[in-house]
């Protein structure tokens, strides 16, 4: 299995910035999907954004044009790069990647992830 690690959360400010590093363990990471994940308290786990092997994007519709993922497939790393936070964003997140044929299916460890709290 995969092993995953996050990186890069902290406490901001409505309308600041931040960028999240997910690293890798393995040799063949550039052909997963990442996906980066955020549970809030009392929430289930969702799904904000996906990057495939070829670079295509998907986002989630509360974070579509305020979030950027990217992967350096050289350094076995993804990032999230958040701007314009909202106080909605605050959660825990998750990174874990998948097959290309589907994002049902998870094939890393779930790590300890980062928290994102955003707050005046």
């Known amino acids: 299995q995969v092993q995953l690690v996050e990186s890069g959360g902290g406490l901001v400010q409505p309308g600041g910035s931040l960028r999240l590093s997910c690293a890798a363990s393995g040799s063949i990471f550039s052909i997963y999907v990442i996906g980066w994940y955020r549970q809030a308290p009392g929430k289930q786990r969702e799904l904000v954004a996906t990057?495939?092997?070829?670079?295509?994007?998907n986002y989630a519709d509360s974070v579509k044009g305020r979030f950027t993922i990217s992967r350096d497939n050289a350094r076995n790393t993804a990032y999230l790069q958040m701007d314009s936070l909202k106080p909605e964003d605050t959660a825990v997140y998750y990174c874990?990647?998948?097959?290309?044929?589907?994002?049902?299916?998870?094939?890393?460890?779930w790590g300890q992830g980062t928290q994102v709290t955003v707050s005046s």
């Open positions: 874990n990647v998948h097959p290309e044929y589907s994002t049902s299916i998870v094939l890393g460890s």
């Open positions: 990057i495939r092997s070829g670079g295509n994007t």
